[in-house]
């Protein structure tokens, strides 16, 4: 029938509410702004702009794109492997459409992305694809450890770009690099982990409504 012949969507995730995607987008701007301005960042402005002294407007630096969500399965309008598997799981047939709570537990800026962690329940885990994290050549982290929302891309950055950043990020917090600890901010602990990787913390995890539903753009 005709159902079964339209094509998969381009991605699955959880679209955050619009109202709340507001108050996301404040706190990462806010957390941009003041970033820019420590003494921290200005000594490694050179894993931004490649020469030392120059001045980086981090707010401008990286540019949104759509509308804020994390995306749980690529599907590519079905090219993407396992991409049917993916919507012939139970729970997302019978999770499509419903309203989950989902929790922001970090943000991390890199010179290519801004993005927050998603650390998501056991019930949202079932709507975790198998395997991101092997696909990405993370094969020791916990499953699920790829899960964020993308806040900004730098020019010529693509978004799928910001959950390889991310993983990269636990993969050094995992083979035991702790980071270079540089201060406790408003929202919580910043780490700096090399190479323009920034790590904050939240104290308070942001916690957002979202659909889970699916994107043909
Ligand atoms: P992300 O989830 O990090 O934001 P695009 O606009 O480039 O087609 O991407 C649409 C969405 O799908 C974005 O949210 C993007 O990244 C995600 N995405 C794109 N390519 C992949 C991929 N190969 N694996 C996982 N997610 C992807």
């Known amino acids: 029938g005709p159902l079964e012949e339209m094509s998969l969507p381009l991605f699955f995730g959880w679209f955050l509410l619009s109202s709340v995607q507001d108050k996301v987008r404040c706190t990462s701007m806010d957390f941009l702004k003041t970033l820019d301005t420590l003494e921290a960042f200005k000594k490694h402005l050179s894993d931004f702009t490649g020469k030392a002294e120059k001045e980086v407007d981090l707010e401008q630096y990286f540019q949104a794109k759509g509308t804020l969500h994390c995306t749980t399965k690529f599907c590519d309008y079905g090219k993407a ?3 049917k ?4 799981n139970t729970a997302v047939k ?3 459409g ?9 943000l991390f800026v890199t010179p290519r992305t801004v993005g927050a962690r998603v650390s998501l329940t056991e019930e949202q885990l079932l709507l ?3 395997d991101p994290e092997e696909e990405a050549g993370s094969t020791s ?3 699920g450890s790829r899960a964020h929302i993308t806040l900004g891309c730098a020019e010529h ?3 799928v770009q910001t959950g390889l950043d991310l993983l990269e990020i636990l993969t050094l917090q995992q083979e035991g690099q702790q980071g270079e600890p540089i201060e406790e901010m408003e929202l919580g602990s910043l780490t700096y982990y090399g190479e323009g990787r920034w790590l904050l ?3 308070e995890p942001i916690c957002t409504p979202a659909c889970f539903s699916s994107f043909y753009g």
Do not use: C, D, I
Request: negative net charge; glycine residues 4%; proline residues 13%.
């Open 201 to 203: 913390t939240l104290r």
């Open 81 to 83: 492997p396992g991409a």
């Open 85 to 88: 598997q993916y919507t012939q």
């Open 157 to 159: 950055v693509e978004p």
């Open 94 to 96: 019978e999770l499509y």
């Open 98 to 106: 419903s309203a989950f709570e989902l929790s922001l537990s970090a």
């Open 141 to 143: 982290l916990p499953r």
């Open 128 to 130: 975790w694809p198998a």
